[in-house]
């Protein structure tokens, strides 16, 4: 039989630069050990309670490495205590030490899942979030209106989400604020989530999803109670009618391309619903789901090329003169 090999140096090596690359890569990033919201600071807590047993536990399993060897062998190999005092050492270090500490990881992880379950007060609030090829869905279902990859919350309150698929499986993960939840086709889950600052949260998709899984990102806003009603019936209201003769002929262009297919503009015949609705188009931060900002010069580039910035989304590229470009991004821009 062959003998394994051990690794070779220059694996070791590539493996510490992946995991060296992998650590730098996210240190932007949100982190769980940053907690903002009661649910994360529980999961936050966990997961620094493993890391210290665990380096308890490399802590004791190295101080007996260094004890074997630096210690003396006994002259008389026919001492009968050593035995006995080898059973005892394996019973205790390799029984019953790992058996209390597991019995501890279990519990406190149960209580963990317990507390992360349901929130302290119940929910003030439920929003729907659907999963999307690949952007996110976000319905306000009491308040009756839909938005996309921006959600907005009043801080200090939990709010129950509520999620779903049409396609395939993507999970929700805001790392700052609550655990990850699937999304998974012909199931409902919910979570809930609650922010203790008001603040700007960037949440993921965290399950492979396809292509574009990577530029599957979403906001939260949490926000004081006022500025979020505020924000709730600026949503609730139709698009504005556009003032100047520009921003007029880009609405006639959005409503005689095809874009109608396929987004909703409230207070026009537009009522698609494959895409964002664009009623407020304006008004959140980012375009394509968190890949870019939302800008006139993005947002032209991509009705221009959708396909250049987000390959494989279902978004075909505009057909349209430099003019109706223009008209029409004076008429998005109105959408507040
Ligand atoms: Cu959706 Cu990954």
């Given at each position: 039989m062959k003998r394994p090999q051990p690794y070779s140096r220059h694996y070791q090596f590539l493996c510490a630069w992946i995991g060296l690359l992998c650590l730098t890569g996210c240190a932007n990033a949100p982190s769980i050990l940053a907690p903002q919201g009661p649910a994360a600071a529980r999961i936050a807590n966990l997961w620094w309670l493993l890391f210290w047993m665990a380096m308890a536990v490399l802590l004791f399993v190295l101080g007996f490495l260094t004890l074997a060897l630096f210690r003396r062998r006994p002259t008389n190999i026919s001492n009968q205590s050593e035995p006995r005092n080898g059973t005892r050492v394996v019973v205790l270090a390799?029984?019953?030490?790992?058996?209390?500490?597991?019995?501890?990881?279990?519990?406190?992880?149960?209580?963990?899942?317990?507390?992360?379950?349901?929130?302290?007060?119940?929910?003030?609030?439920?929003?729907?979030?659907?999963?999307?090829?690949?952007?996110?869905?976000?319905?306000?279902?009491?308040?009756?209106?839909?938005?996309?990859?921006?959600?907005?919350i009043p801080v200090n309150q939990p709010v129950r989400i509520v999620l779903s698929s049409p396609n395939v499986i993507h999970s929700f993960w805001v790392?700052?604020?609550?655990?990850?939840?699937?999304?998974?086709?012909?199931?409902?889950?919910?979570?809930?989530?609650?922010?203790?600052?008001?603040?700007?949260?960037?949440?993921?998709?965290?399950?492979?999803?396809?292509?574009?899984?990577?530029?599957?990102?979403?906001v939260i806003v949490a926000e004081p109670l006022d500025v979020y009603e505020a924000w709730v019936a600026q949503q609730q209201q139709p698009a504005t009618e556009p003032a100047d003769a520009l921003a007029q002929m880009g609405r006639q262009v959005f409503l005689e391309a095809n874009c109608l297919y396929c987004h909703t503009i409230k207070g026009t015949d537009a009522t698609?619903?494959?895409?964002?609705?664009?009623?407020?188009?304006?008004?959140?931060?980012?375009?394509?789901?968190?890949?870019?900002?939302?800008?006139?010069?993005?947002?032209?580039?991509?009705?221009?090329?959708?396909?250049?910035?987000?390959?494989?989304?279902l978004m075909p590229a505009a057909e349209l003169t430099s003019v109706e470009l223009q008209a029409l991004l004076a008429y998005l821009a109105t959408l507040n």
């Amino acid at each position: 039989m062959k003998r394994p090999q051990p690794y070779s140096r220059h694996y070791q090596f590539l493996c510490a630069w992946i995991g060296l690359l992998c650590l730098t890569g996210c240190a932007n990033a949100p982190s769980i050990l940053a907690p903002q919201g009661p649910a994360a600071a529980r999961i936050a807590n966990l997961w620094w309670l493993l890391f210290w047993m665990a380096m308890a536990v490399l802590l004791f399993v190295l101080g007996f490495l260094t004890l074997a060897l630096f210690r003396r062998r006994p002259t008389n190999i026919s001492n009968q205590s050593e035995p006995r005092n080898g059973t005892r050492v394996v019973v205790l270090a390799g029984i019953v030490m790992p058996a209390l500490i597991l019995a501890v990881v279990y519990i406190a992880t149960l209580w963990t899942m317990r507390a992360l379950a349901t929130p302290a007060i119940a929910e003030g609030l439920t929003i729907h979030v659907i999963g999307r090829l690949w952007w996110w869905e976000v319905q306000y279902p009491e308040q009756q209106f839909a938005t996309a990859n921006e959600i907005h919350i009043p801080v200090n309150q939990p709010v129950r989400i509520v999620l779903s698929s049409p396609n395939v499986i993507h999970s929700f993960w805001v790392p700052e604020l609550q655990g990850k939840m699937d999304l998974v086709p012909g199931q409902i889950n919910t979570m809930w989530l609650e922010a203790n600052q008001p603040g700007v949260y960037w949440g993921e998709c965290a399950e492979f999803c396809g292509t574009q899984h990577a530029k599957m990102q979403f906001v939260i806003v949490a926000e004081p109670l006022d500025v979020y009603e505020a924000w709730v019936a600026q949503q609730q209201q139709p698009a504005t009618e556009p003032a100047d003769a520009l921003a007029q002929m880009g609405r006639q262009v959005f409503l005689e391309a095809n874009c109608l297919y396929c987004h909703t503009i409230k207070g026009t015949d537009a009522t698609g619903n494959l895409g964002p609705d664009l009623t407020h188009l304006a008004s959140r931060r980012t375009l394509a789901a968190g890949t870019i900002e939302n800008n006139i010069g993005n947002l032209g580039g991509w009705i221009a090329n959708p396909q250049h910035i987000k390959p494989g989304n279902l978004m075909p590229a505009a057909e349209l003169t430099s003019v109706e470009l223009q008209a029409l991004l004076a008429y998005l821009a109105t959408l507040n």
